[in-house]
Each structure stands twice: as structure tokens, then as C-alpha cells.
């Protein structure tokens, strides 16, 4: 598949998505949305993807942001309609059936920041900058930041950090919870694969229906969230996998698993 601001290829059941604008340091426009749109569902129905990872290409930013130079000039219908483009595209990151995970390579800001709060798990380069920059743009965060900031490290750091548009360190990133883990910038690529091949070792259709079942639970009361994980835990007696891994634990072997 071959995009204009986006490469993408499939290795050892890993799909790796690197956005390409380097002289933009990756700014998210237009043409990055619309490869995105095209690009998501085909991963989401491709079952030989088991693990995606987002990152940037060069060694400096992951996403310095929404491309400012093509929001300067926006009306308020255009700017509606792009917030509304940012929601779907990144929406659809989140609900990508395979986990997501963000190799922070450098600047996470605005909408880079909100697109690695998309991902599942974000690894961070000792390198990495993240911050919500939008109030001294004079317009709030576009791409959920106000929504899923919060969320990942509550209420209060999300405020001060929005607020006074303050740009934090990977340390800090790490410590707030912003940042799953923070790794050496050389080593960040390398440390996203061995992630995602251990969540690969685990049954891929066990693993979907977890992140179905956290994600679902986040957006609704803990009875209801509660409901649909019976569901979804019922749904694995149906698998081969649930067949496989509780037998090799009676048989004392390690579990072959086929993500069916
Ligand atoms: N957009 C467009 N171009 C950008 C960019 C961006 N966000 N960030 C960097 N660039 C471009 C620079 O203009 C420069 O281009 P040339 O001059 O070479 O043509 C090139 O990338 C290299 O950048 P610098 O020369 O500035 O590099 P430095 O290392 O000196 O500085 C920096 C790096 C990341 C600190 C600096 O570039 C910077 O401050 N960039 C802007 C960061 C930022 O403010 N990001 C947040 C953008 S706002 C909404 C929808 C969406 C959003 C909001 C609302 N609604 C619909 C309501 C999202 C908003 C954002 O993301």
C-alpha cells in the first residue's frame, strides 16, 4: 500500500505505521487524515496484523501537531469539520481490534499528543516531548485532548497541563502515567517490537476482546462495563484458544496459541 505521508509495512505480524512529513516534523493535515481513512480499515480486517505501531519518521518528532499552516486560514465551518475528521481518524485508532502502540520518537504535541492518547500503550524515547500547546494558539485541544487527557492521568494534571499549555519530558510523561514506559532513544523502535511480540506470544483473540472490554468500560457505569465483560468472557469458551491454554496449563506445557 503506498500513501503520500504514510508508510506501512507488515512484518512478523506487526504492522508498522510511520508518518512521513519530516520537514513538517509529521504535522498532521489533510492528506495524513485521508491516508489514515483509507489505511485503518484495511489493517482492522487484515487478521495477519496481531500488533500495530504508530510512530514518526526522522528522529526528532513523533507529531509536532495539527499542521498549523493549513488551520491558520480556517472558518468555523472548516474548523468544525476538521475537529470532526480528527475525531474519526482517531476513533478508529482506538477501536482497531489489534492493540495499538505509540513509539514516541520525539515531539508529541497537540494532535500529537492526542494521537499517541489514541494508541493503547505509549513508549516513550528519552527524547520525547509531550505537551497540549492549543490554549496559546488561542483554541482548545481538537483531537480529544480535553477528553482523553483525563482520562489517562486525571482530572487536576490534565487541567494544569492544558491550561498552561506547559510541554513535559518523557520522565515526567512516564510519571503522570502518560508514558507506559520511557527507553533510550535508539533503542525505542526495538523495544515497541519486543512489546508487541510479547503481547503476540498471548491469544490475539483473548487479547481483541480485552481491549474491546476495557475500552467499552471506560465510556460507561462499572454494572454495565461489568455486563459486557461476562459477555466477552463467555464469548472466549467458544475458542480454540481457551481450549488450548487451559489444557496446556493441565498438560504442564507452554500454550500454542492460533488466535482462533
Ligand atoms: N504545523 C505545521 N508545521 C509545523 C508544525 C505544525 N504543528 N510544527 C513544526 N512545523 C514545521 C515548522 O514550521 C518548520 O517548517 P519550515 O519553517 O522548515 O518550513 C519545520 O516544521 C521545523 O520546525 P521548527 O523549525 O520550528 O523546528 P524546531 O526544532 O525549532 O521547533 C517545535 C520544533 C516542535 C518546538 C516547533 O516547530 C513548534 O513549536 N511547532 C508547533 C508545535 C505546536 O504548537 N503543535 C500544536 C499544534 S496545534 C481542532 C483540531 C485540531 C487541533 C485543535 C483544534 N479543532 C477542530 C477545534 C489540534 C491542534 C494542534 O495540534
Excluded at 465551518?77 to 495499538?100: A, M, N, S, T
Excluded at 515497541?192 to 476482546?209: E, R
Aim: proline letters at 3%.
Amino acid at each position: 500500500m503506498e500513501y503520500s505521508t504514510l508508510l506501512y509495512g507488515v512484518e512478523d505480524g506487526i504492522g508498522t505505521i510511520t508518518i512521513n512529513r519530516p520537514k513538517a516534523l509529521n504535522a498532521l493535515n489533510g492528506a495524513v487524515m485521508a491516508d489514515f481513512t483509507d489505511l485503518l480499515p484495511k489493517i482492522a480486517a487484515d487478521e495477519a496484523v496481531k500488533v500495530v505501531i504508530i510512530t514518526g519518521s526522522g528522529n526528532k518528532s513523533f507529531v509536532a501537531g495539527a499542521d498549523i499552516t493549513e488551520m491558520q486560514k480556517m472558518s468555523a465551518i472548516e474548523g468544525r469539520k476538521w475537529g470532526k475528521l480528527g475525531h474519526e481518524v482517531f476513533d478508529k485508532i482506538e477501536k482497531l481490534p489489534q492493540p495499538v502502540i505509540a513509539a514516541v520518537n520525539g515531539f508529541a504535541l497537540g494532535g500529537g499528543c492526542e494521537l499517541a492518547m489514541a494508541c493503547d500503550i505509549r513508549i516513550a524515547a528519552d527524547s520525547a516531548l509531550f505537551g497540549q500547546p492549543e490554549v496559546g494558539l488561542g483554541i482548545t485541544p481538537g483531537f480529544a485532548g480535553t477528553q482523553r487527557l483525563p482520562r489517562l492521568v486525571g482530572k487536576g494534571i490534565a487541567k494544569e497541563l492544558i491550561y498552561t499549555a506547559s510541554n513535559i519530558d518523557a520522565q515526567e510523561a512516564y510519571r503522570i502515567g502518560l508514558a507506559n514506559k520511557v527507553v533510550p532513544a535508539a533503542e525505542l523502535m526495538e523495544a515497541a517490537q519486543k512489546l508487541a511480540k510479547k503481547i503476540m506470544s498471548k491469544s490475539s483473540t483473548a487479547v481483541q476482546l480485552c481491549k474491546a472490554a476495557i475500552n467499552e468500560g471506560l465510556d460507561v457505569d462499572l454494572a454495565s462495563g461489568s455486563a459486557y465483560e461476562s459477555e466477552v468472557f463467555g464469548l472466549c469458551f467458544a475458542t480454540e484458544d481457551q481450549k488450548e491454554g487451559m489444557t496446556a496449563f493441565v498438560e504442564k506445557r507452554k500454550p500454542v496459541f492460533t488466535g482462533k
